[in-house]
């Protein structure tokens, strides 16, 4: 167990929808970094906040946007859901330039 | 920005022998170098991990090994066990710049008891 906690394990939703995904970091961890993972692919990285604030973006889609609260949990919102945004979605924490610890992962199912 | 190459892409062993996982990086600057394992359904696991001031680290039958002159890393995995099954990524960072991780595609490690 790696101290990272995420939910939910498993959502189901139809095209165009909306969902959220929900991360909280190990504690004491400032870092907090969001991970799409489609059917055997690897580990792409869609953003990163610090204490709060948005620290680097990677391969992250306009109809995705994150934010990080005062008590460091994340929330991932995914909009008007397609087809190819099924996928494992991975948060993953770290003390500041430390390594990152991941979550057990979202798995989401967009029919 | 870096690019991370891993191979191979399937690795398949008997019990007991050695695996090796080879991964190169293009950013000179890149200093930590960190492996997970990842088990069908669950999150990536850190297993072990290299910094560039350092040519070799091992944990048990877990080894990695670094060459910042050729800008590669390997993942040794000796006396295999049918529970190391699982795939692999390597990784690539420069810390203390906002600990970006730039992940290799996976290795996908089979071993046959």
Redesign the interface.
């Given at each position: 167990d790696?101290g990272?906690t995420q939910t939910p394990k498993h959502l189901i939703t139809a095209t165009g929808q909306r969902v959220t995904l929900r991360c909280s970091p190990r504690s004491g961890d400032l870092?907090v970094?969001w991970y799409q993972q489609s059917l055997d692919q690897?580990?792409q990285?869609l953003i990163?906040y610090?204490n709060g604030e948005e620290?680097?973006k990677?391969n992250i889609l306009e109809r995705f946007s994150a934010q990080q609260f005062p008590d460091l949990h994340s929330e991932l919102n995914l909009s008007s859901l397609e087809l190819g945004d099924s996928a494992l979605y991975?948060c993953a924490s770290?003390v500041?330039?430390?390594?990152?610890?991941?979550?057990?992962?979202t798995r989401l199912l967009v029919l | 920005g870096e690019n991370v190459e891993q191979h191979p892409s399937t690795l398949s062993v008997q019990e007991g022998d050695s695996a090796v996982i080879k991964c190169t990086y293009s950013d000179s600057a890149s200093n930590y170098f960190p492996w997970y394992k990842q088990e069908l359904g669950k999150g990536p696991q850190l297993i072990i991990d290299i910094r560039s001031n350092v040519g070799e680290k091992k944990d048990q039958r877990i080894a990695v090994t670094l060459n910042k002159t050729a800008k590669h890393f390997s993942l040794h995995i000796t006396e295999t066990q049918p529970e190391d099954s699982a795939v692999y990524f390597c990784a690539a960072s420069i810390v203390n710049t906002g600990n970006q991780f730039y992940f290799g595609t996976g290795t996908s490690l089979t071993v046959i008891p």
């Amino acid at each position: 167990d790696s101290g990272v906690t995420q939910t939910p394990k498993h959502l189901i939703t139809a095209t165009g929808q909306r969902v959220t995904l929900r991360c909280s970091p190990r504690s004491g961890d400032l870092s907090v970094y969001w991970y799409q993972q489609s059917l055997d692919q690897g580990l792409q990285f869609l953003i990163q906040y610090y204490n709060g604030e948005e620290r680097a973006k990677g391969n992250i889609l306009e109809r995705f946007s994150a934010q990080q609260f005062p008590d460091l949990h994340s929330e991932l919102n995914l909009s008007s859901l397609e087809l190819g945004d099924s996928a494992l979605y991975f948060c993953a924490s770290s003390v500041p330039f430390e390594t990152q610890y991941f979550g057990p992962g979202t798995r989401l199912l967009v029919l | 920005g870096e690019n991370v190459e891993q191979h191979p892409s399937t690795l398949s062993v008997q019990e007991g022998d050695s695996a090796v996982i080879k991964c190169t990086y293009s950013d000179s600057a890149s200093n930590y170098f960190p492996w997970y394992k990842q088990e069908l359904g669950k999150g990536p696991q850190l297993i072990i991990d290299i910094r560039s001031n350092v040519g070799e680290k091992k944990d048990q039958r877990i080894a990695v090994t670094l060459n910042k002159t050729a800008k590669h890393f390997s993942l040794h995995i000796t006396e295999t066990q049918p529970e190391d099954s699982a795939v692999y990524f390597c990784a690539a960072s420069i810390v203390n710049t906002g600990n970006q991780f730039y992940f290799g595609t996976g290795t996908s490690l089979t071993v046959i008891p």
